[in-house]
């Protein structure tokens, strides 16, 4: 027997070995991560999370995710899990899980719910995706094709180190579910929405709203970009919830709309200041006292560790933090050490008023010869406030020379936040009013003195139009705070 023979051999016994049944589907399926192994992934990707979007404080809130979590996790078709939920501090819409139990809510989709029977809806989604192992089946599915897409944004191995990519979540590198995996778990969603009494048609009028900001976010993670539309899923959800209601008293199906949004009320609408914002392209921090700008029609993700910018393509990133380091030559051996750099150029500068360190440099493909580079890297490591914080500009090496001055751009900008009108700037929160009288949607904002180029976004958030037309007394999101 030859080695190939031999290879294949050993290839279809792992195969056969390596297959599970399936919780959802019955079926025995291929699969290369045991339950235990999906535990222990969750465990260990969970504090990652965490660390690198925080954990948003609102225990009313909490609480009740928790509540209809458990429910539904305990009616789901692997009840014995010990499902965890947990509300990011990211104003970016999206919701998704770990494989082992764990489903994460931003607080921006929580702001873009308007009744309990939506939340529970995509609730049941995601707990559909741990239910059916899709997490297990995209592993399974990624290491028989080797494909590896990143957040919606293809970065090469080398740019991944500076992005910290394994830190934004390691639910976020499986979510690119198949349309199959959507699919699935849209029907598990309104299936399982609708054992715990939600009317599962709330599910499907969710789609449409998502759609529709899809077009406005523009965000590296959203919901759509992380879970690919499977096509007029708010057609199919509501089909699936009609038929699954079809010998059912559908008036007693909770959809709770009120009560849902008198919990949002308060709750931090957008980005919180005091982790930093973006306005007129210059990034600010409050609580640090900085500022530098942001390269026009780059996208931007603010997390608790770094600023990660980067062009839509993914050719070009920026990433800015904080680095250990007395003194910015001691930072300086830790950055060239810990990235294995090639130093080709390093100069002492002046930021601002600020000492600072340029680095030019790149990093060989072939870490033990040094031979073909992959990357260079502009980085400026700048002493503020006994602190050293660093910008590390990354491209190819073809496209670097075409980057580069906005890396510089960007590098110089960082000074001292002086302006008071951005240091004490308060968040924009959600409030929920009342209509005065019947009216329609925009008469309502005019009558709480909503600015009219945000009216169009406040219609999308209270999902309707602007033309709708409201009976005395209902209730919708307008805006408090800072905005």
């Known amino acids: ?105 931003t607080r921006g ?7 309990e029977a939506e939340f529970a809806g995509v609730l049941g989604h995601e707990i559909g995706h741990i239910a059916a192992k899709h997490g297990a089946r995209q592993q399974r599915d990624q290491i028989l094709g080797q494909v590896l897409l ?48 939600y009317d599962a048609r709330e599910m499907s009028g969710f789609f449409q709203t998502l759609k529709k900001l899809s077009g406005d976010e523009g965000s590296i993670h959203s919901f759509l970009s992380t879970h690919p539309d499977p096509g007029d899923r708010y057609t199919k959800t509501g089909a699936w919830a009609t038929d699954i209601q079809k010998n059912m008293d559908v008036s007693k199906l909770k959809v709770n709309r009120d009560q849902y ?62 680095v250990p380091g007395d003194n910015l030559q001691t930072a300086k051996n830790q950055v060239v050490e810990g990235y294995k750099m090639n130093v080709l150029e390093s ?30 890297v502009l980085t400026y490591l700048i002493e503020y406030n006994k602190m050293i914080y660093a910008f590390h500009g990354v491209s190819g090496v073809n496209d670097f020379n075409f980057y580069f001055s906005q890396f510089q751009t960007t590098m110089k900008s960082f000074k001292t936040l002086t302006d008071a009108s951005k240091i004490n700037k308060n968040p924009t929160t959600i409030r929920i009013v009342t209509a005065s009288n019947s009216m329609t949607l925009q008469q309502v904002f005019n009558e709480y003195k909503m600015p009219v180029d945000r009216h169009r976004e406040l219609a999308l958030l209270n999902s309707m139009e602007l033309t709708t037309k409201l009976n005395k007394g209902t209730l919708v999101k307008v805006l408090g705070g800072s905005y």
């Open 261 to 322: 949004l008198r919990r949002i009320d308060g709750m931090i609408y957008g980005d919180d200041p005091k982790q930093g914002y973006v306005e007129n392209n210059v990034f600010y921090h409050p609580e640090l006292k900085f500022q530098f700008n942001v390269p026009n029609s780059w996208q931007l993700v603010n997390a608790p560790t770094q600023v990660q910018m980067a062009t839509s393509d993914g050719k070009a990133i920026i990433v800015f933090s904080i």
């Open 150 to 197: 990143i957040g919606g944004i293809v970065l090469s191995e080398k740019f991944r180190q500076f992005a910290d990519v394994a830190q934004t979540g390691v639910g976020l590198l499986m979510l690119k579910y198949s349309r199959d995996h959507e699919t699935e778990s849209d029907k598990l969603g309104v299936e399982y929405s609708t054992k715990i009494g």
């Open 1 to 105: 027997m030859n080695n190939k023979v031999l290879w294949w051999f050993a290839v279809l016994t792992l195969m056969i070995t390596s297959c599970a049944r399936n919780p959802v589907t019955g079926k025995k399926e291929l699969s290369f991560m045991s339950e235990s192994q999906e535990l222990s992934l969750g465990q260990s990707s969970d504090p990652q999370i965490v660390a690198q979007y925080g954990l948003y404080e609102h225990p009313t809130l909490q609480a009740f995710i928790n509540e209809k979590g458990k429910e539904m996790g305990a009616i789901s078709h692997r009840p014995t899990l010990n499902y965890e939920f947990k509300i990011l501090d990211s104003p970016i819409v999206n919701a998704f899980a770990v494989p082992g139990g764990y489903v994460y809510f």
């Open 109 to 115: 989709i929580m702001a873009h719910f308007n009744n």
């Open 347 to 376: 100069t002492n500068v002046n930021v601002n008023g600020l000492s600072a360190i340029a680095i030019l440099a790149d990093i060989p493909q072939d870490q033990e010869t040094g031979q073909t580079s992959a990357i260079k």
